[in-house]
């Protein structure tokens, strides 16, 4: 027998709670925000139950989404310490929001109304989160109910598995001009910081992340071969950096009066602690007459280049660290013109013509 019970939260909302009683088997009870939400699925659970298709773990019955994102926090996270501070803050969320809610009252309208509610919300820089942020917010919390279905063993599935995610805007490509990058290198010689010069030529001859380069140490780099190696990349691999040109004189100046106290290329003032850029970093923005520009673009700015000088896609994955063709595929038209030469070229060699 299936009933639905109507229930007003502390904050004032309705919900109904669902629950089925059938003789022989356990009470099932699920929460929703609609009760023809809560209607549909005690039918359909009645159904399954009485078919012999329906089990729910009581382990989901036991535990609740608090419990599942502070073991989640204290056991899993501090093997992924680049996501530690961000990810801890993001499930702090989920927790506000339905932490006293038992797994098995976890359902997928459940999570999506939370994800709506969570795309209207304001961030503290007074803007409305984007769909990129809300996808990460999911991101963290379907993995940590990924890890109780297959190793705690508190789920038979995720709930995530049937919420739909927000789509994403095209993925920007904005790199600088020839005029934008005289005066921003400009800019960035003339600050007052005496290393913003440095880690901004890196990144535009490297490619490399900001946190890739502001976290280097010495023992990375090797003047003689003219090589700088990631141990710690986004995607975990390893990767090489060549040091040619520009970055490698102002990295063999630098090594003149790198600090004992440190082996970090560019500490803070507490040594052990990378520098922060982000003030000097702005203020050559400014001066320099940039709009628009993230420090990441300088990543984008690298990639085109390459383009335009006639790397294929598959070297330009190779010098960014990208596993697949998929993220380089946006710089695809900046190397037409060269793709246009070699197949001019290959039809002089074959037919003896352009």
Not at 15 to 43: C, I, M, N, S
Not at 65 to 90: C, F, G, H, W
Request: hydrophobic share 40%.
């Amino acid at each position: 027998m299936a009933y639905i019970q109507q229930r007003v939260t502390i904050d004032g909302r309705t919900r109904y709670r669902a629950l089925v009683r059938l003789k022989g088997h356990p009470a099932q009870t699920a929460t929703f925000e609609r009760k023809t939400d809560a209607r549909r699925w005690a039918q359909q659970t009645e159904a399954a139950i009485r078919e012999g298709r329906h089990f729910k773990s009581s382990e989901a019955k036991r535990h609740t989404l608090a419990e599942l994102v502070d073991r989640y926090v204290r056991n899993v996270l501090p093997n992924k310490p680049k996501s530690l501070r961000i990810q801890t803050q993001q499930l702090a969320w989920w927790k506000e929001q339905i932490g006293n809610y038992t797994l098995a009252d976890v359902t997928p309208a459940l999570v999506a109304e939370c994800r709506d509610r969570l795309a209207r919300g304001i961030t503290p820089q007074k803007q409305q989160r984007s769909p990129a942020t809300v996808n990460r917010y999911m991101a963290v919390l379907s993995h940590a109910f990924t890890i109780a279905v297959k190793e705690w063993g508190w789920l038979d599935d995720s709930p995530m598995r049937r919420v739909t995610k927000p789509r994403e805007s095209t993925a920007r490509v904005r790199f600088l001009t020839d005029d934008e990058r005289i005066r921003l290198l400009q800019a960035c010689e003339d600050s007052k910081n005496p290393h913003l010069y440095t880690v901004v030529v890196l990144a535009l001859s490297t490619g490399a992340r900001k946190s890739e380069i502001i976290n280097l140490g010495w023992k990375d780099v090797d003047l003689n071969r003219g090589i700088i190696v990631l141990h710690e990349t986004k995607n975990r691999e390893r990767r090489a950096l060549p040091l040619t040109g520009r970055a490698l004189a102002l990295i063999k100046e630098l090594s003149k009066v790198r600090r004992l106290d440190t082996d970090l290329l560019f500490p803070g003032h507490d040594p052990r602690q990378p520098m922060d850029l982000r003030a000097p970093w702005e203020a050559a923005l400014k001066k320099a007459g940039i709009e628009d520009f993230r420090f990441h673009d300088l990543r984008h700015s690298a990639a085109s280049y390459l383009a335009m000088s006639g790397a294929s896609l598959m070297e330009i994955a190779a010098v960014l660290g990208h596993k697949t063709l998929q993220m380089v595929k946006r710089y695809a038209h900046l190397s037409e013109q060269h793709t246009a030469g070699v197949v001019a070229r290959m039809n002089e060699k074959i037919f003896g013509e352009r």
